[in-house]
């Protein structure tokens, strides 16, 4: 079971998500009230271990301005969060290792996800970001041979039942892990981790699993 802590502001928070076993931390470039400056993010990322994923979180950014930001930045991949096409996945994925384009519930889009230039995809609500719950039922079909991760609304008290409910690849959380808002809580993510990966019907992913070069080399 992957975990990703997004939405993450601070390096005593990144730190703290890497401690509590975090395989992936989230930084939101996009316009949101947990963006970060890239600077900061490159002050982070800079000071993690290399085996932890980072990725920058985009909302329908030009495919250059995305992969420039990456690089500037030290994250490792990209996660895109709005209505990119499959052209513009395709141009990102061409100069990043790893990316993940994320559906609200419910898009008919995710059927045809197969076509894009990346196996890993991310289920969310219809507004992604708030904290709510979706009906799990309408993450449909998704095509054979894609990693979904799922995210909208997860927390420490529903995060067993969303993983037995959904099989998914991995889960993505954000304000279901904080004190208050873009400050996480340290037994919030420790026990979000925990039962993520208790109610995983699979062993643990490891990194000779993943779709992208772990180490970033």
Same mark, same amino acid.
């Not at 954000?174 to 996480?184: F, I």
């Given at each position: 079971? %992957?975990?990703?802590?997004?939405?993450?502001?601070? /390096? $005593?928070?990144?730190?703290?998500?890497?401690?509590?076993?975090?395989?992936?931390?989230? %930084?939101? %470039?996009?316009?949101?009230?947990? !963006?970060?400056?890239? !600077?900061?993010?490159? *002050?982070?990322?800079?000071?993690?271990?290399?085996? &932890?994923?980072?990725?920058? &979180?985009?909302?329908?950014?030009?495919?250059?301005?995305?992969? /420039?930001?990456?690089?500037?930045?030290?994250? @490792?991949?990209? !996660?895109?969060?709005?209505?990119?096409? &499959?052209?513009? &996945?395709?141009?990102?994925? @061409?100069?990043?290792?790893?990316?993940?384009?994320?559906?609200?519930?419910?898009?008919?889009?995710?059927?045809?996800?197969?076509?894009?230039?990346? $196996?890993?995809?991310?289920?969310?609500?219809?507004?992604?970001?708030?904290?709510?719950? %979706?009906?799990?039922?309408?993450?449909?079909?998704?095509? /054979?041979?894609?990693?979904?991760?799922?995210?909208?609304?997860?927390?420490?008290?529903?995060?067993?039942?969303?993983?037995?409910?959904?099989?998914?690849?991995?889960? *993505?959380?954000?304000?279901?892990?904080?004190?208050?808002?873009?400050?996480?809580?340290?037994?919030?993510?420790?026990?979000?981790? /925990?039962?993520?990966?208790?109610?995983?019907?699979?062993?643990?992913?490891?990194? #000779? #699993?993943?779709?992208? *070069?772990?180490?970033?080399?």
């Amino acid at each position: 079971m %992957f975990v990703k802590i997004c939405g993450i502001t601070s /390096e $005593d928070d990144a730190l703290l998500a890497v401690a509590m076993g975090a395989d992936a931390l989230g %930084f939101v %470039f996009a316009p949101s009230s947990r !963006q970060v400056p890239v !600077q900061r993010v490159y *002050d982070i990322t800079r000071r993690l271990p290399p085996e &932890v994923m980072t990725v920058g &979180v985009f909302r329908d950014e030009h495919p250059k301005r995305v992969i /420039e930001i990456v690089h500037r930045s030290g994250v @490792k991949g990209a !996660q895109l969060h709005g209505n990119e096409s &499959v052209a513009a &996945v395709a141009a990102v994925a @061409k100069g990043i290792g790893f990316v993940v384009k994320a559906y609200a519930a419910g898009s008919g889009e995710i059927a045809t996800s197969h076509a894009l230039a990346t $196996d890993t995809i991310m289920i969310d609500g219809s507004t992604p970001g708030s904290g709510h719950l %979706f009906d799990w039922s309408l993450v449909g079909e998704i095509p /054979e041979g894609m990693r979904m991760i799922l995210a909208g609304g997860l927390d420490p008290d529903n995060v067993t039942d969303a993983v037995r409910t959904v099989n998914p690849w991995g889960v *993505d959380v954000s304000t279901g892990v904080e004190r208050a808002p873009g400050k996480k809580d340290a037994l919030k993510i420790k026990r979000f981790i /925990e039962r993520a990966r208790a109610a995983a019907p699979v062993p643990y992913v490891g990194p #000779d #699993d993943l779709p992208y *070069d772990w180490h970033g080399e």
